[in-house]
């Protein structure tokens, strides 16, 4: 392995993260005090990763301060690694442009990115987090972001740029806060393309955002976000994905809204504009207060971006559903470019919120329903041992409730069922693979 200090910006992270950027590291040095469980060699990765690596789990990595898989460089994963993000040094690994990360777990064997803390004493924001930079378009001006802090330059102009593979992967306990309202996400996807393949992977117990896309064109499929203290699910900057079967479970404890939907907030009207599609997505909130005051609202949609969003079960939000928040989002909605259909919100404050009730009523957002039983369990709602299948075929109080077909296109699949997950046990594509450890 070639571990080459990094020297950073001065940004936030940069900053913090130089702590960890000391001398190379050999992976026959002692492990860090708090890694748990040690039953096997551990590597304590720092700088870059250049040319070609195999991390395999025959080793325990961890991430001491930032690493950079660099320009032309690709990272491999073995299915059951354990990639461990040092806390004192805030450990985080930056995938920069033109570089690849392969971390290709199975289901009985999934790559997990987690805390160095004990069992038992893990916590939201223990480590950084994942970032990936890509060279697909964004509507920054001049085509080009800097990631938040400091975590690397994104966007460019071709749409198939290709960062790799992720497939049964967790990342937990991550997104370290340097100060109020400036946490690192679970996964970044910042200006990442439509080449690489995401599916099967799981953030839970994030300090931000579970999920945040920064434009690009990245398609995601079979994804979990649970138990995050921001947003879910969280877009802006003319992201134009694709996503199916996404899961949202919240936490009442700290948590925002299950969405955060933004083309430009600072230039609501640039292009590209966000505007993803989204088929089978379940959103289950969590109205006992008794866990705490926050995780309000479903989804918030503004500043400009367009949608599709259609066969959906949400329910267990404070106060409200999904709300549009501006005049620029709504002229996406009366220009017929942003879609919703084929779901249900109940169990939740104001199920329909008055910024999309005329829609729902005129049919303009067709077979939306309100206040009927979903057919989820309980399971739903349990922090521990979520379970996001319904109880029966989505056989609803108001009748049966038929999904809307995606384009058929290649990466969207047929579907028969409301919802992120399939009614029928042996199809519940969470099992085996997703944890919710509370700490």
């Keep these: 392995m070639n ?3 990094r020297t950073l910006g001065a940004l936030a992270l940069g900053a913090a993260l130089l702590l960890g950027q000391t001398a190379p590291l050999k992976g026959d040095q002692a492990a860090p005090v708090n890694v748990p469980g040690i039953d096997k060699p551990v590597i304590v990765v720092t700088g870059e990763v250049n040319g070609s690596e195999n991390w395999t789990n025959n080793f325990y990595y961890v991430l001491r301060g930032a690493v950079f898989v ?4 690709t990272l491999n994963i073995q299915a059951g690694t354990r990639v461990i993000g040092e806390s004192g040094s805030v450990g985080t690994l930056i995938v920069l442009r033109g ?8 289901r009985e064997d999934p790559i997990v990115f987690t805390s160095d803390q004990p069992i038992g ?4 924001g223990d480590w950084g987090g994942l970032i ?3 060279r697909a378009p964004i509507n920054v001006e001049g085509g080009e972001g800097a990631g938040e802090a400091d975590t690397g330059v994104y966007g460019g102009n071709d749409p198939n ?3 790799g ?3 049964y992967v967790r990342v937990e306990f991550a997104g370290v806060e340097f100060s109020p309202d400036n946490e690192l996400n679970g996964i970044a996807f910042q200006g990442v393309g439509r080449g690489g393949t995401f599916e099967f992977i799981q953030v839970h117990m994030n300090r931000d955002d579970a999920f945040e896309w920064f434009g690009g064109t990245a398609d995601i499929k079979y994804a979990v976000a649970s138990n995050a203290a921001d947003d879910s699910f969280d877009w802006t900057f003319g992201w134009t994905g694709r996503a199916q079967f996404l899961a949202v479970h919240q936490r009442g404890d700290d948590a925002d809204n299950g969405i955060e939907a933004d083309n430009n907030e600072f230039a609501n009207n640039l292009l590209p504009r966000s505007n993803p599609q989204v088929y089978n997505l379940t959103m289950c909130g969590d109205r006992d207060t008794n866990e705490g005051t926050e995780g309000v609202r479903a989804a918030n949609i503004r500043r400009g971006t367009a949608f599709t969003i259609r066969n959906f079960l949400v329910t267990g939000f404070k106060t409200n559903g999904f709300q549009i928040s501006d005049a620029n989002t709504l002229s996406q909605v009366d220009n017929g470019t942003s879609q919703l259909g084929a779901g249900v919100f109940w169990n939740i404050g104001t199920p329909v919120h008055a910024s999309i009730a005329p829609y729902v009523t005129s049919g303009r957002f067709p077979n939306v329903r309100s206040n009927v039983d979903g057919g989820l369990s309980a399971g739903c709602f349990d ?6 299948q319904p109880t029966s075929a989505a056989t609803l109080a108001g009748g049966q409730l038929a999904p809307i077909q995606p384009p058929n296109d290649g990466f969207f699949q047929a579907v028969t069922f409301i919802g992120a997950v399939p009614p029928a046990p042996a199809d519940d594509w969470t099992l085996g693979w997703t944890s919710y450890p509370q700490r």
């Design 3 to 5: 571990h080459v200090s």
């Design 70 to 73: 660099t320009e032309g460089a």
């Design 99 to 106: 570089a690849r990360l392969n971390a290709i777990g199975t």
């Design 121 to 124: 004493s893990r916590d939201r």
């Design 132 to 134: 990936i930079n890509g």
């Design 161 to 163: 740029d290709n960062s």
């Design 165 to 167: 593979t992720l497939r």
């Design 383 to 388: 922090h521990g041992n979520v379970n996001f």
